[in-house]
């Protein structure tokens, strides 16, 4: 148990939806980063924030937000969804950007 | 763009084979991991290697990377069922440092080791 938890474990939704997903990091941990695994792309870095700020972006799609609420738990927000988006979204934790990562089990996201 | 080139993509092997899997790029890395991930769960780090031509041992598993910091390998001797699963190299930043979390992920290469 990795002590990042996520929620929920699964999700399906239509195209054209909005979802959240959760994510909480382990105790004491300021970072949060929020990935994607697909099939075809691999994993992929999606965004990181610290402490409740955005520090850095990856491949995120401009219908994608995320934010780090003050008690470091984090949102990862997906709209206008398309089939495409269909994946698992991982979240991961560490006390500083020079520590290890530490991943959630992941949210599985299917949109038909 | 950073890319990392993961081989082979699977590997199949009797129990008590030797493999290794390499992890391939054109960019320098400040640092290379490599995480195993299993069905259903996150990817889990093994190690991380930050000094070319660094070495790392983890009981039977063998992590090098290489000098110039392009490129690292994972030798498993005498695998075990128990080693099957979902192997991932990451590479962090470019030379120079930075965070460790913004990843660089490999495709993966799936290893299943038959008893």
């Known amino acids: 148990d990795s002590g990042v938890t996520q929620t929920p474990k699964h999700l399906i939704t239509a195209t054209g939806q909005r979802v959240t997903l959760r994510c909480s990091p382990r105790s004491g941990d300021l970072s949060v980063y929020w990935y994607q695994q697909s099939l075809d792309q691999g994993l992929q870095f999606l965004i990181h924030?610290?402490?409740?700020?955005?520090?850095a972006k990856g491949n995120i799609l401009e219908r994608f937000s995320a934010q780090q609420f003050p008690d470091l738990h984090s949102e990862l927000n997906l709209s206008s969804l398309e089939l495409g988006d269909s994946a698992l979204y991982f979240c991961a934790s560490s006390v500083t950007r020079l520590s290890p990562l530490h991943f959630g089990n992941g949210t599985r996201l299917t949109v038909t | 763009t950073q890319l990392l080139e993961q081989s082979p993509q699977f590997l199949s092997i009797q129990e008590g084979e030797n493999l290794t899997v390499y992890c391939n790029s054109s960019?320098?890395?400040?640092?290379l991991q490599w995480y195993r991930q299993e069905p259903g769960e996150g990817p889990v780090l093994l190690v991380t290697?930050?000094?070319?031509?660094e070495v790392k041992k983890l009981k039977r598993l063998t992590f090098q990377f290489g000098d110039a910091r392009k490129d690292s390998s994972l030798h498993i001797t005498a695998a075990q069922p128990g080693d099957t699963g979902l192997y991932l190299c990451a590479g962090a930043g470019s030379a120079g440092g930075t965070s460790y979390g913004k990843l660089t992920f490999g495709q993966g290469t799936i290893l299943t080791v038959h008893p």
């Open positions: 290697v930050v000094t070319g031509g």
């Open positions: 960019s320098v890395f400040s640092s």
């Open positions: 924030y610290y402490n409740g700020e955005e520090r």
